[in-house]
RNA sequence: GGUCGCGUGGCCGAGCGGUUAGGCAGAGGUCUGCAAAACCUUGUACACCAGUUCGAAUCUGGUCGCGACCUCCA
């Protein structure tokens, strides 16, 4: 475990602090997942990429971390007042319980496709109705909520006027909102004041998702899942709470009320939040045609790319910009990433044939620098684009140590050895990235390879180049780039 | 309308008072049968206008442009 102190950007101080978890060695970690009523937007995998590698950083450091993320199946209200679930299933002629699961199946696929670790509690909103009603209950005997014809709403100006601190993650003014919220919720009338929010609704009849309480059948207000589920599993306060940004108002925002509201106190002491995904400069939106969908990008069958791109492109793509920066998806952009992406995964694999006399330690500073630096700029609120120049200086030096160039007896084995051990580890353990042309490689291709490149050898040692390059040329025809090197030649599939 | 953020070289994208970000593309070179790869060298960059400072892409004020949130959203 490094001694480095481990920065974040606290979105509720608006700083960046030292983290210091609760208890020594331990993080709690809450993660806001996606509501399940359609397939996975290409913004929810930035978003999850970006916690997986805050949660893979912080297993590296030595952490024991339980990372928590829901499923929300319930409880997400549309302008029209019925539940996304509700309405996925009425469009597909599924039971809700259907759509849930049908998209949950989706969205674990794709985040396997991006490599990202499984959380260690992954709750849904549905099977913490209970605890929820118990949280509402609560929030009413505290005095912060109030009960109108079924329905129960948390009372924002009673709750501000005593805890002074309704709007502070989001920078809100309460008095503000009265005036710019509008008027199209339903039920608005049974609200004292226009910033009040449900914690329980009523349900109309024909409402396929309710479940009875103590004020009327009905359903969970949606902030509500997070605050009882962040409780019931990582504590009354906790490390890290993260989500996208978009999230910051009002859901956030009302979580943190519930959570001071029931239990008098912060939810958490770091909120983390990820910045939007664009695409060609603006964010992503269905409407206006400005989308594109994972599948469409491994396909490539989009009109705003020229070609299919592999998830781990995508997701290099996404690391070398910060999290809470926005990153604009382009053809261009994704093009660059593809070749940096390559040569890192290539520099890897000659990492591996590197041997040392271990004649001198000349050089093992420059190795250590930036394997070092990899630390510390992930150490800086997890600086993925900072940690990832860091790499490419050790590709440099591992390409330059195969050419000669540098001299590889100059670096001592025990360095060689950190070399070889931390440079794929930052890749596969960190940043989560593996070597995606190793899955065509088998072992009967490998030697079909060695004995058609020994038979152009043999061509070549006669100065034959029509047979040499005619071998060259049909390789590159069927996806495999031949290169002759000082030490003969090697091939990769592309 | 309110709140917040951003405008960096051909593209993506870090940095946020003085020191090379990085990737991709371009140019020159080394190597090579040729090619590819690799390595070395290389570029006029910080929206605009004032100001603070010995010194500003980085701080302050203004102008223009863009975006996010305020309503479901990762």
Redesign the pocket.
């Known amino acids: 475990m490094k001694s480095k102190e481990l920065l974040l950007q606290n979105s509720l101080t ?1 700083k960046k602090e030292v983290f210091k978890p609760i208890n020594e060695g331990f993080v709690g970690m809450y993660v ?4 399940v009523y359609s397939d996975v ?4 995998v ?3 990429v970006s916690f997986d590698i805050m949660y893979r950083f912080l297993l590296f450091l030595g952490y024991k971390v339980r990372y928590v993320r829901n499923i ?1 199946d319930v409880g ?4 029209d007042g019925e539940d ?1 679930i509700s309405k996925g299933a009425r469009a597909d002629k599924l039971e809700p319980m259907e759509v849930v699961q049908k998209y949950t199946n989706g969205f674990h696929k794709m985040m396997d496709i991006f490599n990202t670790k499984k959380p260690s509690i992954e709750p849904r909103a549905t099977q913490h109705i209970i605890e929820q009603i118990e949280m509402v209950q609560q929030i009413i005997d505290n005095g912060y909520a109030y009960e109108a014809n079924g329905s129960v709403y948390f009372d924002t100006l009673k709750f501000n006027e005593e805890k002074k601190c309704y709007g502070k993650l ?4 309460i008095d ?2 009265l005036v ?3 008027d ?2 339903k039920n608005q009338s049974e609200k004292k004041h ?2 009040d ?1 449900a914690i329980w609704m009523k349900a109309a009849p024909d409402h396929l998702m309710k479940w009875n309480s103590p004020w009327s059948v009905g359903f969970p207000g ?1 902030h509500l899942e997070c605050s009882v589920m962040s409780t019931k599993y990582l504590g009354e306060t906790f490390d890290i709470h993260g ?9 956030h925002e009302n979580e943190v009320a519930q959570n001071v509201g029931a239990c008098n106190c912060q939810p958490c002491n770091y909120w983390l ?6 695409m060609n ?5 269905k409407s206006d045609g400005n989308t594109i969908t994972p599948q469409q990008l491994f396909t490539g069958d989009s009109p705003h790319i020229t070609k299919a791109y592999s998830p781990m492109v995508i997701k290099f ?1 996404m690391l ?11 053809d ?2 994704l ?9 890192l995964m ?2 890897q694999k000659t990492l591996e044939g590197l041997v040392s006399k271990d004649s001198s330690a000349e050089l093992d500073a420059d190795i250590n620098k930036p394997l070092d630096g990899f630390i510390d ?1 992930m150490c ?2 997890f ?1 993925t ?2 940690a ?2 860091q ?3 050790l ?6 140590l ?2 000669g ?1 540098l001299d590889i007896n100059k670096v001592s084995n025990s360095t060689l050895t950190r070399l070889k051990t931390d440079f794929p580890r930052y890749i596969d353990e960190v940043l989560g990235l593996t070597n995606e042309s190793d899955g065509g490689n088998t072992a009967a291709l490998d030697e079909v390879m060695q004995l058609v490149l020994e038979l ?1 050898q043999d061509a ?1 040692a006669e ?1 034959n ?2 047979v ?2 005619k071998i ?1 040329d049909a390789l590159a025809a069927a996806n495999i ?6 030490e003969g ?1 090697s091939w990769t599939m592309n």
């Not at 780039?481 to 000082?486: H, L, P, S, Y």
Request: aromatic residues 8%; hydrophobic residues 25%.
């Open positions: 608006k806001c997942g996606p509501t937007h290409l913004g929810n930035r978003t999850f929300t997400h209200l549309l302008d996304r989001s920078g809100r003014v503000e909102l710019e919220t509008r199209n919720l226009p910033s929010f949606w989500g996208g940004n978009d999230l910051k108002f009002p859901h939040h990820t910045n939007m995904l664009l400069g603006r964010k992503m939106s793509f070398q910009s910060h999290y809470s920066s926005t990153n604009d998806l382009t261009d952009g093009l660059a990433a593809e070749k940096g992406y390559k040569r290539e520099a700029e800086d609120d600086n684009p900072r990832i120049a790499l490419f200086d590709v440099t030096k591992i390409n330059s195969k050419e160039h152009r070549r100065k180049w029509g040499s390059d060259r780039t031949v290169k002759d090197g000082k030649s």
